[in-house]
């Protein structure tokens, strides 16, 4: 009989994680989720150094070392500087690929729906698949490793609108990606990705009343996901207790209820 693993509060001593997109959210959510279970940080952000100083301190409260860097992933070339960069500081053991282009706040919410189309897929698609290509190569001539992507639900269900077209086409890329990456990187190295649903981050916190409605409408447990629901996800799959799962998508949504727009 295998011996039982430790319990989960202790199964990350030792280890070194890198975390994308860790300025604010959910990104910074997994990287204290992981920094909880006793990892080391390497996060990054494009360009919020004060964002990521936040989880940074919050990080170093926690006891953690942390190592902050900033970079473009929508540039190619920023993808293996970043990981260049990390291994640099530590060998990294588990590699959680949230970094994704905004185009629901701020500037680029404005943008044409070609260029928030162009954006996302430069940042989301290719940036994550040359970072991770590059990350899962370390990783494999190492002999181990965790890589976590982060996809949507509704993408393999599909939403109507241009946010449901474009988030749908880029992050069904992303877990299609995951799923090839697995095979590509077995036996040595666990590939999955979390797929989140409505997670109130920063757009959620001021949407609409339809949006709000809509949101709890479309889960089971009538309410919307919060950055640490994915965050726990996140901590298990990077954990020992997953050594048994690859190649998988996660559905983090408190249930699909079903679009409200079907």
């Not at 990350?135 to 992507?149: A, D, N, S």
């Not at 449901?164 to 990705?193: D, Y």
Request: with cysteine.
């Amino acid at each position: 009989m295998a011996e039982p693993t430790a319990p989960l509060a202790q199964t990350l001593a030792g280890k070194t994680a890198a975390v994308t997109g860790a300025s604010s959210g959910i990104g910074r959510a997994v990287a204290l989720a992981l920094g909880g279970l006793g990892a080391d940080l390497v996060i990054q952000a494009r360009r919020n150094a004060a964002g990521l100083d936040e989880t940074a301190a919050a990080l170093r409260a926690l006891g953690r070392d942390c190592h902050c860097l900033l970079g473009d992933l929508s540039e190619p070339a920023a993808c293996g500087r970043l990981a260049s960069d990390s291994w640099a500081w530590r060998p990294i053991d588990i590699w959680v690929q949230n970094a994704g282009a905004d185009v629901l706040t701020g500037e680029a919410a404005q943008m044409p729906f070609a260029e928030k189309l162009d954006l996302l897929y430069q940042t989301d698609v290719r940036g994550g698949m040359l970072t991770c290509r590059e990350v899962g190569k370390r990783m494999q001539q190492r002999g181990e490793g965790v890589i976590l992507t982060v996809g949507w639900d509704q993408a393999e269900t599909g939403m109507a609108g241009d946010s449901g077209e474009m988030f749908a086409a880029i992050k069904g890329a992303v877990m299609a990606f995951t799923r090839s990456l697995a095979k590509s990187l077995a036996p040595q190295v666990r590939v999955n990705c979390l797929a989140p649903g409505w997670i109130q981050t920063k757009w959620g916190e001021t949407a609409p009343d339809y949006w709000q409605d809509r949101a709890r409408l479309e889960s089971l447990l009538e309410r919307w996901g919060a950055p640490d629901d994915v965050a726990a996800a996140a901590a298990y799959l990077a954990s020992p207790q997953a050594a048994f799962v690859t190649g998988q998508v996660l559905n983090i949504n408190g249930g699909f209820a079903g679009s409200a727009d079907s």
